[in-house]
Structure formats: C-alpha cells, structure tokens
C-alpha cells in the first residue's frame, strides 16, 4: 500500500508535491520520493518520512511544472530506497512512473518481459515491472507522432499483461501526465483540478485530503480500468481501456484511508460510522450490555461512535494515544510492532474502572495489538472487557498491496471468536458478519477476498501460495 500524487500545471511543482505528500503520509511510511520534468527528469527518493527523506534538500534542485510524488509502504520488493518510486527509463523517449497497489504475477511478467524485450530486469520491485511493460507497448508505435489512442493502447497491453492492483501516474516526457487503474478498480484514485492566473493545474492523487490540503478540486474517481491523459497542453482525454467487475478495496474504508477523504463519492468517516451502527447488530445478538463503549485511537473512533448511537450506550475516550509514535500496522518486524503498541497506548484508568466496556477497533490482525489493549484495560480495573472488530474475521492473505499477505499470522485463520477471546484474555469478541458489511455497499462492488477468499483477479490457491512464501522469505531477510 502507498500513495500516490501526480501534478501538471505552469510553475515549478515540486514544493506542492512535497506538501502534498504529507497529507497522504498515512498510505506509507517507509520511503518518500518525487520526480519532476524539465528537459530532463529530477529524481530524489530516500527512506523515512517524506520531512526525513528530503531534510536539507535545495527544491530548486527540482524544476519543472509536471512532476510525481510518492510515499511508499513497502509489500514488495526490500525496503530499501533502491526500491523506493518514482521509477525513471529512458525508453523509448523517458517515463517516469509511480504506483500504488501490488502485481500478482510479479515472477512470470519479470520472465516474460526479459525473454520479450532480452532485457535484464533486476528488480524486486512491482513498479519498475509496470513502467516496462508500459515503455515496450509504446516502442511499438510511431513515436514521432505519438497520440492519445497510442498511449491507450498501450495501457490496454499493459493491463492485458498485469495482474493485481494497480493505480498508476506516469509522466511521458514532453506528452504529458497520464493515469490509470487496474482492470477492478481495487485502490483508489482520484482526479482534482485548481484554478491559478497562469491557467489550470490538474493533479492525481490517492487520497482527495491531499487535494483539499493544497486548494485543489475534485473533479471525479477513475473508473475501474480506466486511463486518463492530461496533455501538455492542458487538454484531457480519457477512454475505459481493460475494465472488468470493479472490487474496490473494502479495506480502505474500514482502515487505510483517512477519515476526511471522500472516495467513490462517499466519505470515509461516514462510512465508518455506518458500518459501526451495523456492527451494534453483533453486540446485541450476542446479548452483551456493555456500560460504556471505547475505541482504539485513532482509526476506530467512528466506528465506535456509529455503534455506540446504535446501542444507545454512552462513547467515552477510554485510551491515551501518543501520536508521535507511528502506526503499529504499518511496521514491518513482529517486535517493532509489540515494541510500537507498548510506546503508543496508555487507558483511562477512572473512565474503564469497574465497567463493563465496548473497546472497538477497525479489525484484528495477528491479534497482537489486540492482547495487549486487553492487558492495559484489566490493569485499569475494567470489570468486563468485549473486544469489537468492525471488520469480519480476515481468513485469508491480501495479496493486492495490504500487509496482511501471511496466513499464518492472520489469527482468525486458525481459531474461532471464543478461542481467540481465551488468546486475548477478553470476556468476548465480536465481528462484524460480512453479509451484514456487504449489505451495506450492494451499490458499490468491492473486494471482500481477505474474509471470503475470493480474489477479484481469479488468483488460484497455487499463486496465493507463492505470494505468501514470498513474504515469509522477504520477512525473514
Ligand atoms: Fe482490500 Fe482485503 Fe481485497 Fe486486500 S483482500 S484488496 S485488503 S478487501
């Protein structure tokens, strides 16, 4: 999972880049890079927060009015800033390229693109895969005149070829600024525009908080396996290459997605307490009457809420965050993340003291957050505590870009809500049910494959499989 900015306007860009790269800071922790265009491409990525990765760095370095960003959370490939994006070739006439998302079929594109093109790729990471892909389609066309409908094509052969998520910015030099998503539509990418004296500046992103942060509207979503062209001119074109059935990504309401973005015209922290208010459904089915309802800051607030209005239980703030330790989630070692809960989460003590208490967070995982939430809320005195999950049980591996890609971490994989209740030394814990998620969004399809096992792209258990050995080895490296 990463995010993504892609800008083209009148003016040097690349201090809006980087201010807008904060605002999406949240999809990735590991990297931050950016690229622009001028004559020639001007690249810096490096690791740590996009502050970390371009401290003392002159943006006078970076001219040019069309320029990509990205910060990056690293599922394939090492986490090293070799790894990191924007990626730069300079074939067939120079393309630079971010991404967001992962490509299943990493080895047998990587083998088929070598053996194609008798090009040695030496890469691990998806990205540099797409960009090739992307450049080879190209060649084939008259580059001397090149057109929107080549470009298309070439997005078409692309897509063709890749399988997985995928939302991608790419500048294709003195073209212009192109976008497009995978054939379902599984990570998000919105389209905005800001009105300046020098004319229009467009700008792509992941998230439309970026665009509110930098005074920019939104004009719409892609659609799934849609590509959209902004010239050099200014001019758009834009055309539906390779859709299928869209699978938006259900998770990046429940989790990934900041609470002020709206995506796929609705708002995040809407949604969350929608899906709250459905999960008060679960509490009362299993006849618990908790005294109060709390939530794991920062991301389970609204479902808390939403859930707590349905119940008719009071909310109260029942944990401390420290919010200068980063997600737990997001780390990349099982110790750095023991290690990351211990430092972030501090109770309450007189709010959860003798009282039967609701604590809701966006899901469970490995269960390891999870425990020790349960361990601070019985230290605090809580007479009884229900852990509350607002996503179903995950029971399989993402292999779309969202670390949860090891099913032998995945807790709800192998125990059931009363042993992994006895694990977390919970009095209960309550799922959401999936049927109750999906009747929430029967008009917006979407990928539920983490709880269902049924994979958008049609992944057999064999390329599952692969996938997840994979991580294990780069996790053990
Ligand atoms: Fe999102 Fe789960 Fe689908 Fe992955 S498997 S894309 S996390 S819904």
């Not at 309802?293 to 349905?310: H, L, N, Q, T």
Request: glycine share 8%.
């Amino acid at each position: 999972m990463c995010g993504i900015l892609g800008i083209i306007g009148h003016d040097n860009i690349a201090g809006t880049l980087l201010e807008g790269l904060t605002s999406i800071q949240h999809r990735g922790q590991d990297a931050a890079g950016i690229v622009t265009f001028n004559h020639r491409f001007h690249l810096h990525k490096a690791d740590g927060l996009v502050e970390q990765a371009f401290k003392n760095l002159d943006l006078e370095r970076f001219p040019g009015n069309c320029g990509l960003g990205h910060v990056r959370y690293a599922t394939q490939g090492s986490t090293d800033a070799l790894d990191a994006q924007p990626t730069v070739v300079n074939y067939p006439f120079g393309l630079a390229m971010v991404h967001n998302g992962n490509v299943v079929n990493f080895n047998q594109l990587k083998q088929t693109l070598c053996e194609d093109r008798h090009r040695l790729l030496d890469t691990s990471n998806d990205v540099a895969l797409i960009l090739y892909a992307f450049a080879a389609a190209l060649e084939t066309k008259n580059l001397k005149a090149l057109t929107p409908e080549d470009i298309f094509e070439s997005v078409q052969t692309v897509q063709d070829q890749v399988q997985g998520a995928y939302s991608a910015l790419t500048i294709i030099a003195n073209h212009g600024l192109l976008a497009f998503a995978d054939p379902h539509g599984i990570r998000p990418l919105v389209l905005g525009r800001k009105y300046t004296d020098r004319g229009m500046v467009y700008a792509f992103a992941s998230e439309t908080d970026c665009f509110d942060h930098l005074g920019f509207e939104l004009i719409r979503d892609l659609q799934p396996g849609e590509a959209v062209l902004i010239d050099i001119e200014g001019n758009i074109h834009s055309r539906i290459c390779r859709a299928k059935k869209q699978a938006f990504c259900i998770f990046e309401y429940i989790y990934f997605a900041r609470e002020d973005s709206v995506i796929n015209g609705r708002l995040v922290a809407t949604e969350r307490v929608r899906i709250g208010r459905q999960l008060a459904e679960q509490v009362r089915k299993a006849g618990l009457q908790p005294d109060l309802v709390i939530d794991v800051p920062s991301s389970a607030y609204f479902f808390a809420s939403g859930m707590a209005e349905a119940l008719g239980v009071p909310y109260r703030r029942g944990l401390a965050k420290n919010n200068h330790v980063g997600r737990s989630f997001i780390e990349s070692t099982q110790a750095r993340r023991e290690m990351m809960v211990r430092r972030k989460l501090n109770p309450l003590k007189d709010v959860v003291r003798g009282k039967k208490v609701a604590v809701v967070d966006d899901s469970i995982v490995r269960g390891t957050t999870s425990k020790h939430i349960v361990k601070l809320l019985r230290e605090s005195g809580a007479a009884e505590i229900y852990f509350i999950s607002a996503a179903p049980p995950i029971t399989c591996p993402c292999i779309y870009g969202i670390d949860m890609s090891v099913k032998r971490e995945i807790i709800a994989a192998h125990y059931d809500p009363k042993q992994i209740a006895r694990y977390l030394d919970a009095d209960a814990v309550i799922y959401q049910s999936l049927e109750d998620l999906q009747s929430l969004y029967e008009d917006l399809p979407c990928c539920y494959a983490c709880f269902s096992g049924d994979y958008p792209t049609g992944a057999s258990p064999e390329l599952v499989k692969e996938i997840e050995e994979e991580k294990e080895c780069s996790t053990r490296n």
